[in-house]
């Protein structure tokens, strides 16, 4: 069983920037694929970045290239997202999530999940 907490949510003005934590519980967190998710009010939930167990690898959504960066430290069971020059559009809650085996960029393809952290990004 892994339980997840994410933080460092919060409102931000457009341009700027935030990273969010996702702490896990257990002694296996590094065994796990990680990913991060977000969703938006009245819209499916959305992959945003992935990670595998080691960090040697990940993954992106295609608009998000370039302004969001994943990345895990498994010495304090966290995984991390930098989000830089954020946008309204971006405005969500930000959810991650641990698989036994791979990431994905599918929802289902997750065993277990945070309880979420709103990011709200202002024009």
């Known amino acids: 069983q892994v339980q997840l907490v994410e933080s460092g949510g919060g409102l931000v003005q457009a341009g700027g920037s935030l990273r969010l934590s996702c702490v896990a519980s257990?002694?296996?967190?590094?065994?796990?694929?990680m990913g991060w998710f977000r969703q938006a009010p009245g819209k499916e939930r959305e992959f945003v970045a992935g990670?595998?167990?080691?960090?040697?690898?990940?993954d992106y959504a295609e608009s998000l290239k370039g302004r969001f960066t994943i990345s895990r430290d498994n010495a304090k069971n966290t995984v991390y997202l930098q989000m830089n020059s954020l946008k309204p559009e971006d405005t969500a809650v930000y959810y991650c999530a641990a698989d036994r085996l791979e990431y994905s960029r599918v929802p289902s393809g997750y065993d277990y999940w945070g309880q979420g952290t709103q990011v709200t990004v202002s024009s």
């Open positions: 257990g002694r296996t967190f590094s065994s796990y694929a």
């Open positions: 990670i595998s167990w080691s960090g040697a690898r990940t």
